[in-house]
Structures are given as C-alpha cells and as structure tokens.
C-alpha cells in the first residue's frame, strides 16, 4: 500500500507537501491515486516577484513559445530586470521586442506599482490571500486568475483554488465526471475535502493532463 509518507517528493518540496499529500490521499479517491503517480516531483518557484508577475503578462494570450521568444528579447533591454530600470525603457525598443502597446502599457503599471511601494511585497508574508489579489488586481494588465497563480507559485500559498483555470477544470471534469463539463459549483463540492490544501491538489489535477511540471 502506498502512503503518502512513504512517498519522495524532491529536496525543495514545501515544507507542508507531505502533511498535503496524505491529508489529500486520505480525504480523496482521485487524488489516493494520483498523487503517486508523480513521486519526486512537487511545486517550485522561480524568479522574484516583479520578475514572475511582468512574464506573467508578457505570456498573456499567446503561446507558450511565442511568449518565450518575446521575454528573451525583452528581459536583455534594461541592464538589470528591475522596476527602476524597466521605467528608463524606450516604448519603441519594447515594441521591437515584440511587445504589444497594450503590454507595454502593463509593463510600465506594473514597474510603477513596485517603485512606489504600492504593492507591500515585505508585508505579504503577514497578509491573507484575498488581500494580496487585492493589490494585485490593482495593476493594469493583472487579473483575478494571474493573482491566484501568482500565489500558488510564487508565494506558495497551499489553499488557494482558481475556479477560472481551464486546466483544473479540465481536469476535474476528467478526473471526477467521466468528461462532463463541469460548473463553478461541482469544482467546489469536489474540492470541499481538499481544504486546506487546495493549492497542492489542483497542481496534482494539472499533473493529471500534463505530467511535467510548470513553473510561473
């Protein structure tokens, strides 16, 4: 019988993915088995904060390989990636990297946001998750589903659940209603036991249709 304590789930995994995993494994059917399926592998994050939120944007509404290629050509314009020096940008050099006007726009608002100290990065520790998407939100270009990742990834919140995401709905559908699509009510019945690990869980749904992990 497998347990979830008896599973390896890498060196940088969150301290609380084990206690996770089990809670899950116990609590769900779907997740008893999926969830070994994926040994060593868990949630990371990568980058800092303004960093992961300006790919963020950058990435919105294009492929993932298009967005890649954009990012290379952007993140070599300023000497160092960070809000004061994105704000020295020419808007011409930003749209020959391939950035629409609007995302430049975003850009901007965004290194905005972070140079004038209206996101409170030092005091998001002590913050719940709803006032962090409330700051978020806040800037051009970012929206409810950008924050939640934004959690999930970065600050490596374990109970966040982002009922926009068409992957966890996909695979939710899959996983518990044989392919039936499913409505903003089901996802939350399905994802009741999951509390307060709804972050881990929805990463292992993801897992369900694409095996390799993501990072944002």
Request: proline residues 5%; neutral net charge; glycine residues 6%.
């Amino acid at each position: 019988m497998v347990t979830a304590s008896s599973l390896d789930f890498g060196l940088n995994a969150p301290a609380y993915w084990a206690d996770a995993c089990k809670h899950l494994m116990k609590r769900d059917r779907v997740m008893k088995k999926l969830i070994p399926k994926h040994e060593g592998v868990c949630l990371e994050s990568r980058g800092d904060a303004f960093v992961t939120l300006a790919r963020s944007i950058v990435g919105q509404q294009i492929s993932v390989k298009a967005a890649q290629s954009v990012w290379d050509r952007f993140q070599v314009l300023p000497r160092k990636l960070v809000p004061a020096q994105v704000l020295k940008l020419k808007v011409d050099d930003m749209r020959a990297a391939g950035l629409s006007a609007r995302k430049v726009e975003y850009l901007v608002d965004l290194a905005l946001h972070f140079a004038n100290n209206q996101v409170h990065v030092d005091a998001w520790g002590e913050m719940d998750d709803e006032a962090i998407i409330a700051e978020l939100i806040a800037i051009r270009g970012i929206g409810r589903w950008t924050a939640e990742m934004f959690l999930i990834f970065h600050l490596m919140r374990p109970n966040v659940l982002p009922l926009d995401d068409v992957g966890l709905q996909n695979g939710i559908s899959r996983c518990y209603f044989s392919g039936e699509p499913v409505s903003r009510s089901e996802i939350r019945e399905v994802a009741a036991s999951w509390a307060p690990y709804a972050s881990v869980a929805t990463w292992y749904i993801w897992r369900s249709l694409d095996p390799t992990p993501v990072s944002y």
